[in-house]
């Protein structure tokens, strides 16, 4: 069910049942944190490895105290420059973090969401939320609490509804897991904000074949259709027949484009929910452009890289 009635949210939530959220970067498959049962559902739900950790979402800066042992200075910097944001941190966890959340590790990821809804929903619970990407492991991640309802529907109960997601990419995890700052996975906060604050580069390692972020994963995000990626500014393809192109800005030859005004904040918005309308069984190979490779644009490609990539 899609609903827009937060105090049901909290009774489900509250009674250890799953909810859909909306965040400002993508949907999350939520439950009560400091329930084991209740993120064991997750798993479940989402047919996600158990080697995989989840984030757990804040709403106020006073939670972060009880739920890890100690914030280091770049940490405590880019908490006050970004959250609310697309930014997640991997700290030290406390003990009141279940090791099911974490998938055994030590540290534990944390965010303060910016969507108003889920603001107001974290600061109306007494316990934070785990919450992966409500899709199924692996596939595309959802913009609508539509997308939510079309591929998990019986397995929660209820989607809150709070439109689509602005940003549409993920957040951008930063580990302080090795003490120095590393970027596990490109995301709504770009890597020249992170150094602009940081007042230094990041170093970022984002793809592996022993991940500590599936999104590291050569194939991930990945829609059932084939994707062939062309270069940034590259001509039209010659298409044959049922092949899509998708440019990056609009072009008079093109049905679709990645962005409607050649930003790519406009490409991240619109990315996931283009995959999905696009992802129809029978059809044959979309060729994609590439956004620019700085700003917000390294997050899209480094999305269509990974949706591209055939194992
Ligand atoms: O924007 C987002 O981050 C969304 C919304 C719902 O908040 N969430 C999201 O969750 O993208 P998920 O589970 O789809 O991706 C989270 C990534 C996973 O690849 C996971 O491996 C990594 O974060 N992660 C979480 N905790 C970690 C930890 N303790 N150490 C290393 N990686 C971690
Ligand atoms: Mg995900």
């Known amino acids: 069910m899609i609903s827009s009635d937060l105090h049901e949210a909290v009774r489900q939530l509250s009674a250890g049942k799953l909810v859909g959220i909306p965040t400002e970067t993508v949907y999350g498959l939520a439950a009560n944190a400091l329930n084991p049962e209740a993120v064991a559902c997750i798993f479940e739900a989402k047919n996600r490895p158990s080697f995989d950790p989840l984030i757990v979402h804040i709403g106020q800066m006073a939670e972060l105290d009880r739920l890890v042992t100690e914030v280091p200075e770049q940490a405590r910097h880019l908490m006050e420059a970004f959250w609310p944001g697309p930014l997640t941190l991997i700290l030290r966890k406390s003990e009141l973090i279940p090791d099911i959340v974490t998938s055994g590790l030590p540290h534990v990821g944390l965010r303060m969401p910016k969507h108003p809804l889920a603001l107001r929903l974290l600061q109306s619970l007494p316990f934070p939320l785990a919450a992966p990407s409500a899709n199924p492991f692996g596939y595309v991640s959802p913009t609508t609490a539509q997308h939510v309802m079309d591929q998990l529907e019986g397995k929660l109960a209820l989607v809150l509804d709070g439109g689509p997601s602005q940003v549409g990419v993920e957040s951008t995890i930063v ?56 270069d940034h500014g590259s001509a039209a393809p010659s298409l044959a027949k049922g092949e899509t192109w998708i440019p990056f800005a609009p072009h008079p030859a093109a049905k679709e484009s990645l962005s409607t005004d050649g930003s790519a904040t406009s490409a991240a918005h619109r990315l996931f929910a283009l995959l999905r309308r696009l992802d129809y069984p029978e059809a044959a190979t979309m060729f994609v452009e590439k956004a620019p490779e700085s700003g917000l644009g390294r997050a899209v490609n480094d999305r269509l890289m990974r949706a591209a990539h055939r194992a």
């Open 175 to 230: 580990s302080f897991a090795e003490g120095s700052p590393k970027v596990l996975r490109l995301g709504g906060i770009s890597m020249e904000e992170l150094h602009a604050v940081l007042g230094e580069a990041i170093p970022s390692q984002l793809s592996q074949s022993q991940p500590s972020a599936p999104g590291q994963l050569d194939s991930h995000y990945a829609p059932h259709r084939a994707i062939a990626l062309l």
